[in-house]
Each structure stands twice: as structure tokens, then as C-alpha cells.
């Protein structure tokens, strides 16, 4: 019981204690607490979890009175904020009668303010207005000034200097203002000055525009002209007519009035110029307005870099130059004495020497013919722009004439190439036409005209290859490319008559002419294909006057004219065809080269089999089916051909019997090169070409057939009783050529069936065969002291 009653007694102690703490925390400030808590850690044993048990039945009972509280004042509170809500809005509106009472205030503050301050100054105005009529021209002075109206403003001020301002010259304001005049006039000078800088400027911008317009409207007008001309251009006289039109417009006199006015204000050109004037320091202007265009004109005859790669290029090159000296004839006629004919000469001279330069340098890099004709179109109309504004313009059509001769070398250039692809597509043989349309398709484009061949049935051929109509076609298309140029160009149609006919002849004399020869070269081009071309050649000879007749049509001047250049056309062919022929001579002896490279002699044969050597045979069969391609050539040309054939053959054989390298030679091998040789003979007398008169041909092998026949027939002593008679039967061997073949046959050795007979049979023989060798070289010998 005891220990129970104790441990109550210390319970109610706790209890205690701890209401005691809770109201001390309650009560006390919190940086206290914390002594305050520590003492319930040091109590008993778990009095802590105690306190924290009475610490939430405390905080619960004063959650359950806070909430108790917010529930009886809740209405309260919110009717306390409605009624604050209402008196807000009466506050707002009290406070603007407030702001309108002050407001009405002020006003009628600062109404009376104004109204004093009227007073006085109407009061001021009358006095000052009396004082002021003498200052009227001052103060419209002011006002001409500040309306940009400064010509005016400057007379004004010079009446006010001497006039008003000395009737006013009292007052202190007068004195002022004329101190300020000479600021007045530097201050219009500048604003004028400004104005003109303005205007270079502007028109630094508006030349290319004005340039372009006007070279527009020269342009549609040629172009007008142009059209009409070609309309009639059958009837003589309309050519006559429609190009007097086209001069006289050229050399005609255009309205000074540029082509573009709403683009260009010269107001304070002439502004700055009267301002100036009325300074007395027109000269000053005069020099600075001259400088500055001096400068603006280098600008403008600067070309681009690239200009030479499009046509646009020149065009604005040539529209900027032509809008500065619109711009200048314009200022000119307009203005007294501000340029001068003499300052707008020397500027154009300049000019001209700057484009003709530039031109010079730009179109010697263009490569394209089209883009060449095209310059020249601009200039044309770029000259005839200005020359219609008065200035010269000679210059730029020489220049044209340079151009046209590099416009003919971009031509002959683009032709050559031409002339190489139709070259190389052709098939070198002639023309097949199997109905009447394919013959006059043909006959339509080249100018043919054979009455055997017309009267032949189809299909037949036409002698030439495809290539001959092709190249006449492109020969007048050249004419009318050059003709292009040519026009235009303000000269007669005599001169454009012989700019057509030198040009046409610089195609066929060089580039033409260049293509075949180098076609006849090519190592492609064999024998047929050279007849073919001789034959080409022969057909374009013949077709040289129908293009002289083409050039009089669209010149109209008559070929009888005494300055009439002729075409070259036909010592051009005929160039081209002795080097086909030429050609013809060098392959065939090389076909023959080839053949007797294929000999293969047994030298030292005891005998002949009897037969001809099969490499000349096949020699022989070969130039027989050639010569037959050659009954198409001229006569000359296939007996020509045969006979230095023939010649070759002869000399290649003789050649191949006394070569160094041969060494022995048996009476057998002669007999059998002596039968090769005499096929050589039955094939020059079968007459391979008609025409040779008797046995010409055979002549060929002369040599060969002497000195076999000495050989054969072993004649030598009436070749050397009759050595150097005209009648000697072996009047073409020479000594030398004996003595070198004795030679091979003289052998010693068993090899040599010659001779061993001659040994077995009488060896006197022997002796006689030294003693020929040693007449022989005795004649040699003789020959040579003798030459």
C-alpha cells in the first residue's frame, strides 16, 4: 500500500509538473523553451512520452477553441468586408469630384492667366505691327527660304539690303538680321550645292534606264525599217528605196529631249546654277559640275572584268555610256554656257579612245560567232544612237571593220569543224537515187547536171560522194553568216559585195582547203577513197561559179564590175586534187613496197621452176582491179598513176637485184626474176589504163630488160663494142650495174653452175670473164674521172 500511495503521490507530482511546464511555454518567449523542455528529460524515467501526451490533449483543446472562435465571428467578418468594399467606392468617387474641383480650378487659374498674357500681347502686336511694314520683304525673305524657293530669296535679300533695312537700320533686330544675310546665302549656296550632289547621284543611277530606252527606240525603229526592206527586197528599187530610209535615219538629227523624263530632274541643275550666278561664282560651279562629271564618265567607260562572256555584258556597258551623254547633250542645250561644245568634244573623244580599247581588248577573247555578231549589232545601234545626238561615231564603225575580221575567224573556225565531221562521215563513194524525188533532193541542194546520167534509168548514182551537196550547202550557209555582219554596217553593196567574195575566199582558199589536205593525209584514206575525193574535188570546181552567181543575187552587183573580186575556189580544188593525185602516186608505191617485201628469191637456185613468182602476181591482180576503180578519174590523172606505178615497180626490182646484202646470184634466180619481169611486161602492154599511145608503158621496165637480156643471152661483146653508140641494143645498162651483178655470178665456189660449166668445158671462158670485169670497171673508172 505504501509503495502504491507513493507512486501516485509522485504521478500527481508529474501531472503537476507538467501543467506548470505547458503554461510556462505557453507564457514564456520561446528562446526560453528549450531550458524548459530539458527539464521533462530529466525528471523520471518516460516522463517525457507523459508530457508529449498531455502536450496533445492540450494542443486538441486549443484547436477545438480556435475553431469555436473562427465559427461565432465568421459572419462578422465577411459583413465587415462588404461594407469595406461599399466605402472603397464612395472613396473612389469622392475623390474624383475632388480631382474636377481642383481641375476647374486650375483652369479658371490659368484662363485668367491667358487672358492677361493676351492682352499684353495684343497690346505689344499693335505697337510692333506699325514698327514691322518696313520688314516685310525680310520676313518673305525668311519664307521664300524656308519653302526651298532660294533664287527668289536671294533677290529678296538684296532688296532688303538696299532698300528696307537702311529705313529701319535703328532697331536692333534689323541689325541682326543684316549681319545674317551673307550666313543666309552661304547657308542656300551649301543647300543648293547639296542638291546638286544629290542629282549626280541620281542620275549616276538613271543612265543605264536612259540609255536603254533610247537604244530601244533606235532599235525598234531599224528593226521596222529592216522588216519592210525584206518584204520587197526581189524589187530593185525597193532595195534602193528602203536602204535610203535606213541611212537617213542614221545620219538624222533626234529630239533633244531625253527618251525618259520622268526619271530625270534637272531643276537642280539649273537652280544651282542661277544661284551661283547670282553669287557671282558661276565659274566655281561651272568647274565643280565639269569635274564632277569628268569623273563619272571614267566610272561609267570602266568595263567589267567578265563583260566579255554575255551579251548583257556590252549592253549595259553600252546603256550607262549612252544615258551620261544624253544627260550631257541634254545640258547642253538646255543651259547657257554651263558646258560647252568644245568640253562635251573632248569628253567624247576620250570616250571613244576608252570603248575602242575596251571593245578591242573584250572581243578579241570571244570564241563564239554568235555572240560576236551580237557585239557588233550593239554597237551598230550604240553608234546610231549617239551619231542621231550629234556626236561622231567613225571610230566605232573602223573598229566594226577589226571586228568583222575576227567575226570572219570565229566563222572559219566553227566551219573548219564542219567541214572535219562531214569529212569524217562520209562514205567516199557515190550517190545512190532510186527514185526521181532522192535525184532532185539532191540536184536541189548542189548544182549537178550530167545529160548521161539523166538519162539513165533509176536507181542510179551520181558520181559524187554525200559529202560534195553537203559542203556546198555549208559554203552558202558561211555567205549568209558573213552576210550578217556585213549589214548594217553603213557601206554600198559594191563593198559588202567584196567583204562576201574575200571572205568566201578565205574559207575555201584556207580553211576548206586546210580540211583537205588534211583528209588526204589521214592514214584511214586509202586509194579508193582518194579517186572519190578527186572526183569531189572536180564537182566543187565546177560548182564555184554557181556560188559567184549566189553572191550576186543577194549583193546585186553585177561580176563584170571592175573592182569585182573573183572567188579562188577553183585553185583550190585544184590544189586539194593534185595532192589527192600526189597521194594516189605515194600509196600505190607503198601498196608496191609491201608486195615486194613479200619476195622470197632462192637466189642460189641451180634453175628456174618456169612460173612467175606468186608475190608478183598477186602485185599485178591488185593493181588491175585498182586501175579499174581509176576509170573514174580524169585521164592525165589514171595514166599518171599507172605509169609512176609501173616506174616504182621497175626501180623497187632492180633495187632488190643489186642489193648490198645480196651476195651471190645464180643463173638460175636470173632466169627466174627474168620471167617475173617479164609479167611485169604482158601487164604494161594489156594497157591496165586506157590512153597510152604504143608500147609507152612497157618502157617502164627498159632498164630491167637490157641488162637481164645481157645476162641471159651472155652478149658482152657487143655491149662493149657498142658502149656509147645511140644504136646500142643495151644503150640503157650502165656499166656500174653490170659490173655489180658480174659480180654475184662470179663466184668462184661450186655453188655457181655458170661457172663449173665454164670450167668443165673450156677454161678459156674463165679468162674472158676477168677480162669483161676488168673492161667493165675500166668504163667505170672512166666514168667517174670524167664526172
Partial sequence: ????????????????????????????????????????YDDQPNAHKRFMEKLEVRIRNHDREI???????????????????????????????????????????????????CRIQQRNMTTTVERLQLCIPGMKCDGRYLCSRYYAALKTMEQLEKVYIPRVSRYRFCQIMAENLPKLREDIKDISMSDLKDFLESIRKHSDKIGETAMKQVRDVVVVVKSRYALRRTNKQAKRQHRTKIESYYTGKHSRELPTQDLVDFSPVYRCLHI????????????????????QARLVLQ???????????????????????????????????????AFTDELWNMALSKITAVLRTHSSYCSDPDLVLQLKNLIVIFADTLQGYGYPVNRL???????????????????????????????????????????????????????????????????????????????????????????????????????????????????????????????????????????????????????????????NVSPETVHTTRLYGLSTFKDAR??????????????????????????????????????????????????????????????????????????????????????????????QFNLDVIQCELFASSEPVPGFQGDTLQLAFIDLRQLLDLFMVWDWSTYLADYGQPTSKYLRVNPSTALALLEKMKDTSKKNNIFSQFRKNDRDKQKLIETVVKQLRSLVNGMSQHS
Avoid at 465577411?78 to 476647374?104: F, G, H, P, Y
Avoid at 551661283?276 to 569623273?295: A, H, I, P, S
Fill in 1 to 40: 500500500m505504501i509503495t502504491s500511495n507513493m507512486a501516485d503521490n509522485e504521478s500527481v507530482e508529474c501531472i503537476t509538473e507538467h501543467e506548470r511546464i505547458l503554461q510556462e511555454i505557453e507564457s514564456t518567449d520561446t528562446a526560453c523553451v528549450g531550458p524548459t523542455l530539458r527539464s521533462v
Fill in 67 to 117: 475553431e469555436k472562435m473562427c465559427n461565432f465571428h465568421h459572419q462578422g467578418f465577411v459583413d465587415a468586408i462588404t461594407e469595406l468594399l461599399k466605402v472603397r467606392a464612395d472613396a473612389e468617387k469622392l475623390m474624383v469630384r475632388q480631382e474636377t474641383q481642383s481641375n476647374q480650378s486650375v483652369l479658371v487659374t490659368a484662363q485668367t492667366e491667358e487672358v492677361i498674357r
Fill in 276 to 295: 551661283y550666278t547670282v553669287l557671282g561664282d558661276r565659274e566655281t560651279f561651272e568647274n565643280y559640275y565639269r569635274k564632277q562629271r569628268k569623273k
Fill in 303 to 341: 568595263p567589267q572584268s567578265n563583260m566579255q562572256e554575255t551579251v548583257e555584258g556590252y549592253r549595259r556597258y553600252f546603256n550607262q555610256i549612252v544615258g551620261f551623254f544624253l544627260v550631257e547633250d541634254h545640258v547642253l542645250h538646255s543651259t547657257q554656257g554651263l558646258l560647252t561644245r
Fill in 397 to 555: 564603225f573602223d573598229l566594226l571593220f577589226e571586228i568583222r575580221d575576227q567575226y570572219n575567224e570565229t566563222l572559219l573556225k566553227k566551219w573548219a569543224l564542219v567541214f572535219r565531221e562531214i569529212f569524217e562521215l562520209d562514205n567516199y563513194s557515190p550517190i545512190p537515187v532510186e527514185t526521181e524525188e532522192e535525184y532532185k533532193s539532191v540536184i536541189s541542194r548542189f548544182p549537178f547536171h550530167d545529160a548521161e546520167i539523166e538519162k539513165q534509168d533509176f536507181p542510179k548514182k551520181l558520181p559524187m560522194s554525200q559529202s560534195v551537196p553537203q559542203i556546198y550547202v555549208q559554203v552558202k550557209e558561211f555567205i549568209y553568216a558573213s552576210l550578217k555582219f556585213s549589214e548594217s554596217l553603213h557601206r554600198s553593196w559594191t563593198e559588202i559585195d567584196d567583204m562576201l567574195r574575200k571572205s568566201t575566199n578565205l574559207l575555201l582558199t584556207r580553211t576548206l582547203s586546210g580540211c583537205l589536205q588534211n583528209l588526204i593525209k589521214k592514214p584511214h584514206i586509202g586509194l579508193t577513197e582518194l579517186v572519190q575525193i578527186i572526183i569531189n574535188t572536180t564537182h566543187l570546181e565546177q560548182a564555184c561559179k554557181y556560188l559567184e552567181d549566189f553572191i550576186t543575187n543577194i549583193t
Fill in 578 to 671: 593534185h595532192a589527192a593525185e600526189g597521194e594516189i602516186y605515194t600509196k600505190l608505191n607503198q601498196k608496191i613496197d609491201e608486195f615486194i617485201q613479200l619476195a622470197d628469191y632462192d637466189w642460189g637456185m641451180p634453175e628456174s621452176d618456169g612460173q612467175a613468182s606468186g608475190y608478183l602476181m598477186d602485185l599485178i591482180n591488185f593493181l588491175r582491179s585498182t586501175f579499174q576503180v581509176f576509170t573514174h578519174l580524169p585521164g592525165k590523172v589514171a595514166q599518171t598513176a599507172c605509169m609512176s606505178a609501173c616506174k616504182h615497180l621497175s626501180t623497187s626490182l632492180m633495187q632488190m637485184l643489186l642489193d648490198s646484202e645480196l651476195k651471190q646470184i645464180s643463173m638460175g634466180a636470173v632466169q
